[in-house]
């Protein structure tokens, strides 16, 4: 529940309205009641297939994440916005009894959509009078399991202000298929089909292959265009 979600980070969790069935949950105008508007987002969907678990399977069919924004605020003292919500989990991790005991889920977890959908992520630091964005942050996570290849795909406008220097204008976007083995790093691989970076005219286009993360192998290919 809400009330329980705002007891655990120790900030009240507000929605409009939650809509809840056997298969799955919708969450509208979710936002954190803290200082500065850390998170508010306009709707949580979360869809099941709940006749998976028979077969001992978590199989969620989608989680989006409609129109999220993040507001990480730097105050002059250096302190931030959410520094209540670290302290929080410290405290409740120190009333638990936690096991060293390693845990692991009776059933296999798969995601067939993990998106988020025009999001916003922006960082003011006071303290150092700084700012950057992200804007307009697509995010698509297809078909992701630990076991199997799963794609993604991500664009983004970043934007970076500090004194005299400005960064905007520029368009980020990215394709790729990944393959986590079962979190063995030395058999999981990236194949990155496609980044792109745009700057005016200016573009810059790479293609890669990554394998074993624990000492990676890549194959780099770049291009820049209308420099």
Known sequence: TLAYVSQTIGAEVKADKVSASFF????ENVSLDTSDSLFVCKDVVISLNPFKLLFGQLAISK???????????????GSFNFDTLLSSEKEAKEQENISEEKTSIPFDIRIKLLALEKAEISYNDLKENLKANINNLN??????????????????????????????GVHFALSAKSNLEKLNLEQSSLNLKSLMLNYKEAVFEAKADVNNF???????????KNL
Do not use: H
Not at 214 to 224: A, Q, Y
């Open 24 to 27: 799955g949950v919708k969450i």
């Open 63 to 77: 989680i989006i994440l409609q129109e999220p924004k993040v507001q990480i605020v730097r105050y002059e003292d």
């Open 139 to 168: 995010l698509t996570l297809n078909n992701f399991f630990f076991y199997e290849p799963f794609n993604i795909n991500i664009s983004f406008n970043p934007y970076f202000e500090q004194k005299d220097l400005i960064v905007d």
């Open 214 to 224: 624990e000492n990676p192998s890549v194959n780099f290919d770049m291009e820049l």
